[in-house]
């Protein structure tokens, strides 16, 4: 049996544990030695109990420098915000994870969009694998492609601000005496094998060469949606907190329609202020395939897993993006006429774009041609798959 550590390093709430579960289940099933060195203890009881898997901390970035790149615009940009920009910083994470993968000893590391991780592997005999959506994996191509070209062109500073993080990279790997790299993607290159765990109309890099695609899975567990018994079209609303939260349920009030909401850290104050027989505040997490199934129209921040799902469902979504990626996922929604987006400093436009999408047949149609086009995806085929080919990389010397 195998020794496999998991990574996970950016990125919050559910979207990066959820996805893994069934392969975890997999390999603790096989036998296989689990450790998950993660950037959010506290998800794990709600994700992986009773699995039998080591918890470690992951090395994050814990400060806030003058120098963020808002709004981002590459991957690269991301990488800076998230302590690529500072060497000395860069260095202290990368020798984390280096000594979390010396004392594990890991035979392979699947990691989950862990760029840090990914550094200080290049120091370690381990065996690594990349699992997650695009935007998780980005292509091997330098400069990395900007992903607001609407913004105008950018192509100067991108190359500029990515070869500063590639500098910094290289003088981690210089201080180890490893050699350094070329270009940034090479992070993402080097390793054994990639997963893109999305679908081609959802990959933020829609140009790349050679992925292969593995499509999206439910989560296991939550519960049965239990939807007010009352006539209209059913919402379902998964959001986390953000400055427009109370403008987005005022307009889920005025719309009348029975609704379900599932906030990420709701107070305890909107929840009974807007709380009604027509709105329900739901606490636990719910089963996004029984969601999708018996909603009419999905209210998203944008996250990847649950805008695929919803899209397999044949369900139309709006999507108020709290951040880049979020954001190529509303604009690969729209593309698809699969739904609309609104700019959640805009929370005027919340409840005229919720009426154009009730009353609109065409955002359903193209949510139905995009399940109907991906009717024999099978996900369970895709989760064996990639399990198999995890214990194949694991135990091969």
Not at 253 to 264: E, F, H, M
Not at 287 to 303: F, Y
């Amino acid at each position: 049996m195998a020794t496999i550590l998991i990574a996970w390093e950016l990125g919050g709430g559910l979207g990066h544990l959820t996805p893994l579960t069934p392969i975890v289940q997999r390999l603790r099933q096989s036998g296989h030695d689990l450790f998950a060195v993660v950037r959010d203890l506290s998800r794990i009881d709600a994700i992986y109990a009773g699995l039998e898997v080591s918890y470690l901390q992951a090395p994050v970035k814990i400060t806030h420098g003058a120098d963020t790149i808002e709004p981002p615009r590459s991957f690269a940009h991301v990488l800076h915000n998230s302590g690529f920009s500072n060497p000395v910083e860069l260095a202290g994470m990368a020798e984390g994870w280096r000594s979390l993968f010396h004392f594990v000893k890991p035979d392979l590391i699947l990691f989950d969009h862990s760029p840090t991780a990914l550094v200080a592997a290049r120091a370690c005999r381990a065996r690594r694998a990349v699992i997650g959506n695009g935007f998780c994996c980005p292509p091997d191509v330098a400069p990395l492609p900007d992903v607001r070209p609407w913004m105008g062109d950018a192509s100067q500073s991108l190359r500029r601000d990515e070869e500063n993080v590639l500098a910094n990279v290289n003088c981690v790997l210089q201080r180890w005496h490893l050699e350094p790299l070329k270009r940034l993607a090479q992070l993402y290159r080097d390793v054994d094998d990639t997963f893109l765990a999305t679908f081609p109309e959802l990959d933020h890099y829609p140009d790349r060469v050679g992925g292969r695609y593995y499509g999206t899975w439910p989560s296991s567990g939550g519960r049965p949606p239990e939807w007010p018994n009352a006539p209209g079209k059913r919402i379902f609303a998964y959001q986390k907190p953000f400055a427009g939260l109370r403008d987005l349920l005022t307009a889920l009030r005025r719309l009348g329609c029975p609704t379900l909401v599932y906030i990420d850290g709701v107070s305890p104050r909107l929840r009974e202020e807007f709380s009604s027989p027509l709105l329900h505040f739901v606490s636990e997490r719910l089963d996004l395939v029984a969601v999708g199934a018996t909603c009419d129209l999905a209210v998203l921040n944008g996250g990847h897993n649950v805008v695929a799902l919803m899209l397999l469902a044949g369900k139309p979504s709006l999507t108020i993006p709290l951040n880049l990626e979020q954001a190529y996922n509303g604009s690969s929604v729209a593309k698809l006429e699969a739904g609309l987006g609104a700019l959640p400093e805009r929370p005027q436009d919340f409840e005229p774009t919720l009426k154009v999408l009730l009353t609109e047949e065409k955002f359903t149609a193209g949510a139905q041609a995009f399940a109907a086009r991906y009717a024999d995806h099978n996900a369970e085929v895709r989760i064996d798959e990639i399990t198999r080919r995890l214990e194949e990389l694991a135990t091969t010397p």
